[in-house]
């Protein structure tokens, strides 16, 4: 797992396929942060990035080999990035089903391999299909019950989970939405309408990560355990600690029990297992996201090689590479505040570094509250220093566009 990037490592073994076929092409479907940060990461290997998006003029875009113009919905868009590419990946998991059956049939053909594989998409796209299997799987996880849209669900979701009770959205919900708290009785009224997902609170926890990769072989690398902070207004991802405030103990439970999901699933690339650290130290996972993670963002200065170029690595059919942490380091999200809009519309896409301290900017228009325009990653001897490091450069950010804005 400490293989050089050279061409010779890259096989493709596709289904049924003995031959093994070099991959040259990642098809990449989403041109968010995630898609352009892949696309950064593959220059530094023997791949081409082709991008799916609905914006040539994207960072995402510009950061790729080749860019197709269309939605993630349509048929015929899928179909030119299946020509164009040898393998497809994704940075989100909420692919229409008209890709996911056009993707499926284009694998069938035996033209392209999708990682991670459709099924598992399918599977953590909707999270109360996630929530079954991970019962099923008997992997720990908090108790819950599915409504099929009956308004009196919410009622005997209570009556069976307790106060304070979770709601969450079964597809979309990310960033903060999708997910809502009802504390009492009287908060029952505010319950969403159609089929949803109840959960029982957590109580006293903490929330950590670990970025766990898996490849086409079975080879497994392991991020963290992370911790993870959220603005508590919008539950949107504010800090990560890397490493985690963790016992020895603690950190090899976490870590096994995201590799016995990843591996439960058949997994294949990078996926943020998300986790409850309960106060009596169990460990449960909140969710899964089949794909490179932010609270990963960390591994590209502070580890030996990176969750993006691990996942590319993972999905193409090369060797992992070392993945150690080298030096403790915190990330802060730049989320997008009145004082923060006017700064990010005269960034474009850029990192800049100085010292211990690397600043990305994602070259987002500021269109909605709390939307991640970037991230600081500090370097220390401890998570608590590069945290303050990272802290006094949020600081002066704000201060600098607090100025300009005068």
């Known amino acids: 797992m400490h293989m050089s990037s050279t061409a010779s490592d890259v096989q493709s073994a596709g289904p049924g396929d003995s031959t093994a076929n070099l991959v040259q092409a990642i098809g990449i479907i989403g041109d968010g942060q995630l898609g352009m940060m892949l696309c950064q990461a593959a220059r530094r290997l023997p791949l081409k990035t082709v991008l799916l998006t609905t914006d040539p003029s994207s960072p995402a875009a510009q950061a790729a080999d080749s860019a197709i113009v269309g939605e993630m ?148 690398c392991a991020y963290g355990p992370v911790d993870m902070t959220f603005e508590e207004d919008y539950s949107v991802l504010d800090t990560v600690l890397a490493p985690a405030d963790l016992s020895g103990e603690a950190t090899e439970s976490a870590r096994a029990l995201a590799r016995h999901a990843i591996e439960a699933m058949d997994g294949v690339g990078t996926f943020g297992v998300e986790m409850f650290l309960l106060a009596s130290g169990e460990l449960l996972i909140n969710e899964i996201s089949p794909r490179v993670h932010n609270a990963g963002h960390y591994t590209i200065e502070a580890c030996d090689s990176s969750q993006f170029e691990q996942h590319l690595r993972a999905v193409s059919g090369m060797k992992l590479a070392a993945s150690q942490q080298h030096t403790a380091a915190a990330m802060r999200n730049l989320l997008c505040t009145p004082v923060l809009t006017q700064e990010s519309r005269m960034r474009n896409a850029h990192v800049s570094e100085e010292g211990l301290l690397s600043e990305h900017w994602y070259g987002k228009a500021p269109t909605r509250k709390m939307r991640k325009l970037g991230h600081i990653t500090a370097l220390g001897e401890n998570p608590g220093e590069a945290l303050q490091r990272a802290d006094t450069r949020w600081e002066r950010i704000q201060q600098t566009a607090l100025e300009a804005n005068r």
Not at 130 to 156: C, H, M, Y
Not at 181 to 207: H, I, K, M, N, S
């Open 73 to 220: 919905g349509d048929t015929n868009s899928i179909e030119e990035l299946v020509r164009c590419s040898d393998v497809i990946t994704y940075e989100r998991e909420d692919i229409p089903a008209s890709a996911i059956a056009a993707l499926r049939a284009a694998e069938q053909r035996g033209v392209v391999d999708c990682f991670p594989s459709l099924a598992v998409i399918e599977l953590i796209q909707d999270k109360g299909r996630q929530k079954t299997w991970l019962a099923e799987k008997r992997i720990a996880t908090l108790p819950f019950v599915l409504s099929d849209g009956d308004p009196n669900d919410a009622q005997r979701a209570a009556q069976q989970l307790g106060f304070p009770l979770v709601q969450k959205a079964l597809r979309g919900g990310f960033d903060g939405r999708g997910v809502q708290v009802l504390r009492d009785e009287a908060a029952l009224a505010r319950a969403w309408p159609g089929e949803t997902l109840y959960e029982q609170y957590a109580g006293d926890f903490r929330e950590v990560a670990v970025l766990l990769v898996r490849d086409r072989q079975g080879d497994t």
